[in-house]
């Protein structure tokens, strides 16, 4: 029998548990509405925020055609008050306000029910003030962009 140990004692045995993955953290976040729901954007993929007359008189020459956020989505079209242009400047979603900036600690994975189109619109999901809020993935909307610029020639 071991030194100290008594036939009576009883020693706790803690089984740990791999940690469940989770997206890395990230940084501001940049939230905004379209089609009446509310979608964040990381602040460091923003080059610019246009809004009112500024849309029609600095649009950046490389961004002719603003997509539609809020229709590309899904959620039908909607005001459009305001332009994100995203870095580096070639591509911009018109959606109808830009609130404020928020400080995000944590990024949560998409769930499995996201299965279609919006894998690939949205990076994960923001919890924020009791809402969740998804984050939109800027790469996608870049591309998409860039290909209907050229489609329009």
Request: with cysteine; hydrophobic share 45%; glycine share 12%.
């Amino acid at each position: 029998m071991a030194e100290g140990r008594r036939d009576g004692d009883q020693r706790s045995f803690f089984i740990s548990r791999a940690p469940r993955a989770q997206a890395p953290g990230i940084g501001p976040v940049i939230l905004f509405t379209a089609g009446g729901a509310r979608f964040a954007v990381e602040a460091s993929q923003v080059q610019e925020v246009l809004g009112g007359d500024e849309r029609t008189t600095r649009v950046k020459p490389k961004v002719t055609h603003p997509l539609d956020f809020a229709l590309q989505v899904g959620l039908g079209a909607g005001i459009l008050e305001r332009l994100l242009v995203l870095k580096p400047g070639d591509c911009a979603l018109s959606v109808a306000g830009v609130e404020r900036m928020a400080a995000v600690p944590r990024l949560a994975a998409l769930p499995g029910i996201f299965r279609g189109m919006e894998r690939s619109w949205y990076r994960g999901l923001l919890l924020l003030e009791n809402e969740v809020v998804p984050l939109i993935r800027t790469d996608y909307w870049r591309k998409l962009g860039a290909e209907v610029e050229a489609s329009r020639g």
